[in-house]
């Protein structure tokens, strides 16, 4: 068990530019969330998958933001058309519906993201 | 809808004094309570967890009762060390099934040497 890993750790991008990052769960988890962290504030979630599926989106994913989960395993987040608003920390998060604690999630050390 | 109140930091502490961090609820249903902590440039770490009424998670000298009356999940260590320094948050789980967490804005503890 090696843990949730995200990469990168650090992305600084121009305004405007796209930006793509990765979430790999611990194997096995059948379930993955992501959260965005803005400084200061607690992380407020976006969007989870059971398995491939796409379950829920909150209002915070703007259409500029889309995430996959292609073979149930890594996600990787997107965000096209950066704009300084979208600095934060972006969470990801993982855990395994089918043991006795379904609602405990383990999570990755984030991605700091910097819109110049 | 579901949220989480946690009082407000940061809270600096001597070492070996007593800590406290409020935490209150509003929820539908019966939700799993958590405590996470973050320390600099880390991901959350969970520390620890409640399921229902009365229950008492505790974990490494903290502990923290889930209080269906009081709607609260108030965390406490009885002697903290400079290494407790972090942020703190609390969450709960959402009933709906999806488990995904609501997390209040996080208390920085500063433990002074």
């Known amino acids: 068990d090696t843990g949730v890993s995200q990469d990168p750790r650090h992305k600084i991008t121009k305004r405007g530019q796209n930006v793509t990052f990765r979430c790999d769960p611990i194997s096995e988890h059948n379930r993955l969330y992501w959260y965005r962290q803005t400084l200061g504030q607690g992380p407020e979630f976006l969007t989870y998958?059971?398995?491939?599926?796409?379950?829920?989106k909150s209002r915070l994913l703007s259409d500029r933001f889309s995430a996959e989960r292609p073979k149930g395993s890594f996600s990787t987040l997107e965000i096209q058309r950066t704009e300084q608003g979208d600095s934060a920390m972006y969470l990801c998060a993982s855990s395994w519906t089918g043991g006795p604690t379904p609602d405990t999630q383990y999570f990755g050390p984030g991605t700091r993201l910097t819109v110049l | 809808g579901d949220s989480v109140t946690q009082m407000e930091g940061p809270v600096t502490l001597s070492e070996e004094a007593f800590l406290t961090i409020n935490c209150t609820y509003t929820?539908?249903?019966?939700?799993?309570l958590f405590w996470y902590v973050q320390y600099p440039g880390e991901g959350l770490q969970l520390l620890l967890k409640a399921t229902k009424a009365d229950d008492k998670g505790s974990n490494k000298g903290f502990e923290a009762t889930y209080r269906k009356e009081t709607t609260s999940f108030h965390l406490e260590k009885g002697s903290v060390q400079v290494s407790d320094s972090a942020v703190y948050f609390c969450?709960?789980?959402?009933?709906?099934?999806?488990?995904?967490?609501?997390f209040g804005t996080g208390t920085r503890l500063k433990v002074l040497a």
């Open positions: 998958f059971q398995n491939e599926a796409q379950l829920e």
């Open positions: 969450a709960l789980s959402d009933t709906s099934g999806t488990y995904k967490y609501i």
């Open positions: 929820a539908t249903g019966y939700p799993s």
